[in-house]
């Protein structure tokens, strides 16, 4: 009995952690292509003299 409960314990720390890992991932992967993009389009822009 005791290991029928510890694997319904797993299974369901391994849905919840799954549930919070794909989220988290998105988030992630979002914020860092922003970043990258942010970063292209520094190095795109044109030298403008009078922005400084």
């Known amino acids: ?3 029928s409960g510890y ?3 797993s299974l ?3 849905l919840g ?3 919070i890992l794909i ?3 998105i988030v992630l992967g979002l914020a860092g292509g922003a970043m ?3 970063e292209l389009t520094r190095f795109q822009a044109p ?3 009078f922005m400084h």
């Open 47 to 49: 030298e403008n003299q």
């Open 1 to 3: 009995m005791i290991q």
């Open 12 to 14: 369901v720390l391994d």
């Open 36 to 38: 990258i993009g942010t």
């Open 23 to 25: 989220p988290l991932a």
């Open 7 to 9: 694997r319904g314990f």
């Open 17 to 19: 952690l799954d549930r």
